[in-house]
């Protein structure tokens, strides 16, 4: 856990935002034994392992990113976008779990 050191605990707090919960994201879960998070655009992996560490009390193992791009929408004749977010699969050592339902 000596990677907690490096950040302050206020901004790991900030660094998560929501668990995905998705079809895709629990076939991920169930067969990588990974959690799929949001996070925030300027998040790092390092940060991202640290915040999971802390806040669920288990042991990460690795953690990668992908940018998702926001669609694009249209309301008669003006057009918008959405918000492009970040999502981090973070992939927990064996016998490491995170249950939603008890951090409740």
Same mark, same amino acid.
């Given at each position: 856990?000596?990677?907690?050191? /490096?950040?302050?605990?206020?901004?790991?707090? /900030?660094?998560?935002?929501? #668990?995905?919960?998705? @079809?895709?994201?629990?076939?991920?879960?169930? /067969?990588?034994? *990974?959690?799929?998070?949001?996070?925030?655009?300027?998040?790092?992996? #390092?940060?991202?392992?640290?915040?999971?560490?802390?806040?669920?009390?288990?042991?990460? @193992?690795?953690?990668?990113?992908?940018? +998702?791009? =926001? &669609? *694009?929408?249209?309301? =008669?004749?003006?057009? =918008? +976008?959405? $918000?492009?977010? /970040? +999502?981090?699969?973070?992939?927990? &050592? #064996?016998?490491? @779990?995170? $249950?939603?339902? @008890?951090?409740?």
């Amino acid at each position: 856990m000596s990677t907690l050191v /490096k950040f302050s605990e206020e901004r790991l707090l /900030k660094v998560l935002l929501a #668990p995905v919960i998705s @079809e895709k994201a629990t076939m991920v879960a169930e /067969k990588h034994e *990974q959690v799929v998070f949001r996070v925030t655009q300027d998040a790092t992996k #390092p940060e991202i392992k640290a915040a999971v560490e802390m806040l669920f009390k288990v042991q990460v @193992e690795s953690v990668q990113v992908a940018n +998702r791009q =926001g &669609k *694009q929408k249209r309301s =008669g004749r003006f057009v =918008g +976008r959405r $918000n492009h977010t /970040k +999502r981090a699969f973070v992939c927990l &050592k #064996p016998g490491q @779990e995170i $249950n939603f339902t @008890e951090e409740a």
